[in-house]
């Protein structure tokens, strides 16, 4: 298999790759690695505190807010956190949680820790109440843990008047294949890579006439095609949504006739995903590579034994 990334991607969190010299199985194999295997961190634990407190002006807060604690440790879990996974270790791999009970695991070697306390508004403001973001979580750590900024505006719950909020979130790494909050992407799939065949060039004015514009920001016109094919990965894939306006119960598919039409390459494929954020997408993929990759020795290793 060789991979190649189209022209003009990744496009923030979202990648297209070429894939040749394969098949549908390899391509499979590595998308669900990605959504399995692919480590990344997660908040796993929170500590709320309970109870209540007197802010400087006297007034007595109660630690409370509109979601049940379960809920709002699950909303915490869903946040990307910045993941560096050269690092960091699993926890299980963490040489100080060594002899100790799960629960008392975490060290700086395999575990992010953030702070989150927020009051409610003011009795005598005009807010009814003030929402809680991604942003108020504050890493006790290195900067470059902080909440990134495009993650910044999740809401995570509400605090009306006299309530506040107070809470340690724990993150770790994790794998998909445990739970989702570990997965570090979305959206995994692939098809066959095409090319775009003029067949009918004066019927395909049927679609010309439309005025279209692909998501290339190219026009749909004859200028796609070189001596009759269009070969770009972005615009034959833009070009196939376009064809819908000429579909069937268009009422322009007999006038159309299939002027247009798409041929497979043969071995050849088109993976896409969107990454949370907390990984970049190149490295995603690299990682997924190389697990898959060590997968495979491993089992070529168990044959070649199973066989001596």
């Given amino acids: ?3 190649q990334i189209v022209d003009g991607w990744p496009k923030e969190n ?3 790759i070429l894939l040749t010299e394969s098949d549908a199985s390899q391509v499979n194999s590595l998308r669900r690695t990605i959504l399995s295997d692919v480590p990344k961190m997660a908040i796993t634990k929170v500590r709320i505190e309970q109870g209540t407190t007197i802010d400087e002006n006297g007034k007595t807060m109660e630690s409370i807010n509109v979601l049940p604690d379960e809920q709002l440790a699950h909303r915490l879990a869903m946040v990307p956190i910045p993941t560096f996974l050269d690092e960091f270790l699993f926890p299980e791999d963490d040489p100080n949680n060594e002899n100790l009970a799960e629960d008392q695991w975490g060290s700086p070697q395999s575990q992010i820790i953030y702070h989150c306390s927020v009051k409610g508004p003011e009795v005598d403001s005009e807010e009814e109440f003030k929402i809680v973001h991604a942003s108020d979580l504050n890493v006790l750590g290195e900067s470059k843990l902080q909440i990134r900024d495009e993650h910044a505006r999740i809401p995570l719950t509400l605090l009306t008047s006299g309530q506040y909020i107070e809470f340690y979130a724990y993150a770790s790494l994790g794998r998909g294949r445990d739970h989702a909050k570990w997965a570090p992407a979305a959206a995994v799939g692939f098809e066959p890579r095409k090319l775009a065949k003029l067949d009918k060039a004066r019927k395909a004015k049927v679609l010309y006439d439309l005025d279209l514009t692909l998501t290339t920001g190219k026009s749909v016109d004859g200028k796609l095609f070189t001596k009759g094919v269009c070969e770009d990965i972005d615009d034959v894939i833009a070009l196939q949504r376009a064809m819908h306006q000429v579909g069937d119960g ?10 247009i039409i798409f041929e497979e390459v043969p071995g050849e494929f088109i993976l896409t995903f969107e990454g949370d954020g907390a990984l970049d997408p190149v490295t995603i993929f690299n990682y997924a590579i190389k697990e898959l990759a060590n997968r495979f020795d491993k089992i070529q290793e168990e044959v070649d034994l199973a066989l001596a």
């Fill in 1 to 3: 298999m060789k991979a």
């Fill in 14 to 16: 979202r990648i297209r």
């Fill in 250 to 259: 268009t009422g322009r598919e007999g006038d159309f006739d299939n002027a």
